[in-house]
Every structure is written in structure tokens, then in C-alpha cells.
T-cell receptor, first 115, second 113 residues
Framework: DQQVKQNSPSLSVQEGRISILNCDYTNSMFDYFLWYKKYPAEGPTFLISISSIKDKNEDGRFTVFLNKSAKHLSLHIVPSQPGDSAVYFC??????????????FGKGTLLTVNP | NAGVTQTPKFRILKIGQSMTLQCTQDMNHNYMYWYRQDPGMGLKLIYY???????DKGEVPNGYNVSRSTTEDFPLRLELAAPSQTSVYFC????????????FGPGTRLTVL
């Protein structure tokens, strides 16, 4: 039973355009959401997070939106750059603001940004 | 800071062999984790530790053991390796009471034949 779903295995966009990566979750106890980025042969690196008390969090070119009623979040990258090409994982936890020791990950979306 | 380091990077095991995957972090993090990532799948939590001497099972602990004798080290032991344990293994660490960011090592690619 997948509690965090990334239904698009891959996404291809042109450099300079917007990339939108989507994530759905089923567990209503999740209250903290994170996006990780992973390059081949490297470990995931943290990108951005959002607490369930917010509906938007922005960090430079990266913005995460949370729609709690739909149990849906999305990561927007504007403008997209070739260096953004990587696998993006959505992750969720149920311990907002405190110690998180159980992240549930989606399967990931491979983003390719074409020059 | 080296962050989270893992050894070895690659390993091939025969069925029934055992091995230990090493993980060390130099950030003085209390929390440490082991994940596995199978092809086309997300990361699944194997074991975690909230401090030296304290470990607990994650989602997929069968076939693995861990120990945490120091803050820095969190080795993962595979006993009686099976083909189903072919995967990429990631170690991670974090500080509690911050923004829940986990720092990951580069991974160990394990093949069991």
C-alpha cells in the first residue's frame, strides 16, 4: 500500500520553462512533507519542505504547494535549468516540527531539463 | 566536515554470505537511519537509531541487524545474504528538533548472486 505516490515516473521540460512535479498521499496523519533531489551514484539531498500548517513554501527557484484537502503537493521549479536534471523524491512524515525518524518516500520522478 | 560516509561503494556477495555495511557521520547527529532503494522504487526504512545504544526496526528489517555503540557509527549487518537483498543501501543522519532534514551518504550498491 503506497502512502506517498508520484504518478509520473518522468518529466521532460525545456530550459527556462517551469517544471511541476506532483505528489499525492493517502495517510491523513502526515503533517510534514519534504522534497529530495538525487543525482546518479549519489545520495539524496534535501531540497525544500513544508509543514501542514502552510500551503506554500518558497526557496529561490523552488516552491512547494500543499493542498491538504486534496492530499496533494507539488514542486515548482522556475526557471528550470539543465543542472536540475535529477530524480526528485517526495517524502512525508507524521512528526512535524520535532524529531523525524520515519520518512515515507514516493518512487521518484526523473526530471530532464533540455538545453 | 565529510558528512555521512559509507563503505564499501560496491560489493558482490554470494547467497548465504554475510557482510557489514559501514556508516559514519561527523556531524554529531543523534539520529541515524538505514534505507534500501530497489530499482524504480522509493527508499524504504530498514532500521533507525535515536542515539547510541538505541535502535529500532523500520519498514523492512528482516534479514538485517544493526548496532549503535557510538554517536558516529551505525553499521548494518546482513546475515545469510539472499538475492532479494540486492539493492542500493543508503545511510542517513539527522538532528532531532530541527527541520527534519536527513543527510544521506553516497550509498552502497550490493548485488547478491
Amino acid at each position: 500500500d503506497q502512502q506517498v505516490k508520484q504518478n509520473s515516473p518522468s518529466l521532460s521540460v525545456q530550459e527556462g520553462r517551469i517544471s511541476i512535479l506532483n505528489c499525492d498521499y493517502t495517510n491523513s496523519m502526515f503533517d510534514y512533507f519534504l522534497w529530495y533531489k538525487k543525482y546518479p551514484a549519489e545520495g539524496p539531498t534535501f531540497l525544500i519542505s513544508i509543514s501542514s500548517i502552510k500551503d506554500k513554501n518558497e526557496d529561490g527557484r523552488f516552491t512547494v504547494f500543499l493542498n491538504k484537502s486534496a492530499k496533494h503537493l507539488s514542486l515548482h521549479i522556475v526557471p528550470s535549468q539543465p543542472g536540475d536534471s535529477a530524480v526528485y523524491f517526495c517524502a512525508a512524515s507524521g512528526n512535524s516540527g520535532g524529531s523525524n525518524y520515519k520518512l515515507t518516500f514516493g518512487k521518484g520522478t526523473l526530471l530532464t531539463v533540455n538545453p | 566536515n565529510a558528512g555521512v560516509t559509507q563503505t564499501p561503494k560496491f560489493r558482490i556477495l554470494k547467497i548465504g554470505q554475510s557482510m557489514t555495511l559501514q556508516c559514519t557521520q561527523d556531524m554529531n547527529h543523534n539520529y541515524m537511519y538505514w534505507y534500501r532503494q530497489d530499482p524504480g522504487m522509493g527508499l524504504k526504512l530498514i532500521y533507525y537509531s535515536v542515539g547510541a545504544g538505541i535502535t529500532d526496526k523500520g519498514e523492512v528489517p528482516n534479514g538485517y541487524n544493526v548496532s549503535r555503540s557510538t554517536t558516529e557509527d551505525f553499521p548494518l549487518r546482513l546475515e545469510l545474504a539472499a538475492p532479494s537483498q540486492t539493492s542500493v543501501y543508503f545511510c542517513a543522519s539527522s538532528r532531532p528538533h530541527e527541520k527534519d532534514e536527513q543527510f544521506f551518504g553516497p550509498g552502497t550498491r550490493l548485488t547478491v548472486l
